[in-house]
């Protein structure tokens, strides 16, 4: 910012300078004022001998004081050696002239070299500046992280006017300690809301400690996959945030979704930590935390809801198609295996024809977990006119990123 205000007042010192130079230049006189100046010049020495004899008389007429003879009171108007003497001599006046001249232009050009010369220091001053300010802009752009994101701090459990939260429990479960910075979930806390569904629900509040004890900041990507043995087809928890050097703060989250009673489970999906320059840790591998040492209570209330359409000895897959008319199915995939999968389901196909969708993407699920996805359907209004009697299939594929041989896919299978 200084060396912003220093280049703007040497901009306008340069412009000043400039308009100095130029009218320096433009106001040397004219030839008929140099004239001018001479003959005053040549009267001035003439008129220091102020008197003269009168013509008349013969006595002495001061011209400085007297208008006429104080004698005879005779004119001297006409007066031969007056006229002589107050007669203009015009070499001397060329001459005069021709010196004011030659100084007045020595003198600007002297002027003018002296408005030069600053004017040269001040634009090598200006370009010296603005060298300066690329160096340390190309310095500060690699020596700096060039954060521009808001840093998350300290922040409220309380985000809105209408929840209130009660603590519940304090795992206090470390989930990150690596690279001078170190992630634990602290407390969880719980909001009812009665009545809303018929039934006791519970969303739920948690909160996270992050000490960063690098000396630049850092950004964390983390993804909660499953809580208490539920999936769904977005992450339970999704961080995305940035945390400054040195910092040592308490943020909070949402945890949205099922029926839970309580929180006694989480399992991270992935987890990457990197600063402005590098990747510092990634873990795509799913991993598990317990935050209750009691278990957690399993949803069964769903579980014998609608038709199996797939199963091996792995996967279990349900749906049921749902009875607002608007083609939309719920989908429920059990993991029966010991192994940790991804699902993507994008292929969708209507009475054989491809059409477009959005069903799962990279979506985890445990081993020994369930996903419930209440929202499977296809794109377009060409879908909700045909999907009524038409024969829906989708293609889910499962990959384990602790060992591909266990990966696979079903092809395409129909919905009911």
Not at 314 to 336: H, P, T
Request: aromatic letters at 10%; glycine letters at 6%.
């Amino acid at each position: 910012m200084l060396l912003v205000i220093a280049m703007i007042i040497l901009l306008i010192v340069i412009i000043a300078l400039i308009i100095k130079y130029v009218y320096v230049q433009a106001h040397i006189l004219s030839s008929k004022e140099f004239r001018k100046t001479a003959e005053k010049k040549s009267v001035k020495m003439r008129v220091k001998n102020t008197e003269i004899t009168c013509d008349y008389c013969g006595g002495v007429i001061d011209t400085a004081k007297d208008k006429r003879c104080p004698n005879c009171a005779a004119v001297y108007g006409e007066d031969a050696e007056f006229k002589n003497r107050f007669k203009v001599d015009e070499k001397a006046v060329e001459k005069m002239a021709n010196t004011a001249a030659n100084d007045a232009v020595a003198k600007a050009h002297q002027k003018g070299l002296e408005t030069l010369k600053q004017l040269r220091v001040a634009i090598i001053v200006l370009v010296c500046i603005f060298a300066l300010m690329v160096v340390c802009a190309v310095f500060t752009d690699r020596s700096t992280p060039s954060y521009t994101h808001k840093y998350r701090g300290n922040e409220e459990l309380k985000h809105n006017s209408y929840s209130e939260y009660t603590l519940i429990d304090s795992p206090e479960v470390t989930i990150l300690d690596r690279d001078g910075v170190t992630l634990r979930l602290m407390k969880v806390y719980a909001d009812t809301d009665n009545g809303t569904y018929g039934r006791p629900s519970y969303s739920y509040r948690v909160a996270f400690s992050l000490v960063n004890t690098r000396k630049e900041p850092v950004t964390l990507t983390l993804k909660c996959v499953g809580v208490n043995g539920r999936c769904k087809s977005r992450d339970y928890i999704y961080i995305y945030s940035h945390f400054d050097k040195n910092s040592d703060v308490v943020f909070y989250e949402n945890v949205y979704g099922e029926w839970f009673e309580s929180i006694d489970e989480i399992v991270i999906g992935e987890c990457c930590l990197r600063d402005d320059n590098e990747e510092l840790y990634k873990k795509s591998t799913m991993e598990t935390f317990k935050l209750t040492d009691k278990g957690y209570a399993v949803i069964t209330d769903d579980q014998d809801l609608g038709s199996v359409i797939f199963e091996n000895d792995a996967i279990r897959i349900r749906s049921q198609k749902q009875e607002d008319g608007d083609g939309r199915y719920d989908v429920w995939i059990e993991n029966l295996s010991e192994n940790n999968y991804y699902i993507d389901a994008s292929d969708m196909k209507v009475d054989g024809e491809v059409n477009d969708s959005y069903i799962l993407y990279d979506a985890g699920l445990p081993a020994g977990y369930t996903l419930h996805h209440d929202s499977v359907y296809g794109l377009g209004e060409e879908y909700k006119e045909r999907a009524g009697d038409a024969a829906v299939e989708v293609s889910f594929s499962f990959s384990d990123t602790e060992d591909p041989r266990n990966d696979f896919s079903t092809g395409y299978i129909t919905l009911k």
